[in-house]
Nanobody, 122 residues
């Protein structure tokens, strides 16, 4: 049974940092796509960052502030978030998709975590 579990969310002041973790069981990340998405109240789920193989890609809104990384030994993916802004407040989800590229469409992903709340105060 595939399971993705996010952790690391919380409340942080504007300009602060957080590291989100996504631990996987029942699958191996390998070179397939891992994505981070977020969803704010009343808004659609949006792509934040992703990686497939050695390639990474980011939404323009987080480029230069967020970094996605992977630890193969721990079968985990991380989202390092710096210079956080109030508009980054959302529930953050990790997702896995059996693709050799990084889809930005959430419908393409096969498995999802339960989400972790990130709240950035001004």
């Amino acid at each position: 049974q595939v399971q993705l579990v996010e952790s690391g969310g919380g409340l942080v002041q504007s300009g602060g940092s957080l590291r989100l973790s996504c631990a996987a069981s029942g699958l191996t990340f390998s070179s397939y796509a891992m994505g981070w998405f977020r969803q704010a109240p009343g808004k659609e789920r949006e792509f934040v960052a992703g990686r497939s193989g050695g390639s990474t890609t980011y939404a323009d809104s987080v480029k230069g502030r967020f970094t996605i990384s992977r630890d193969g030994a721990k079968n985990a993916v991380y989202l390092h978030m710096n210079s956080l802004k109030p508009e980054d407040t959302a529930v953050y989800y990790c997702a896995y998709g059996s693709r050799w590229y990084v889809p930005r469409d959430p419908e393409v992903y096969d498995y999802w975590g339960q989400g972790t709340q990130v709240t950035v105060s001004s």
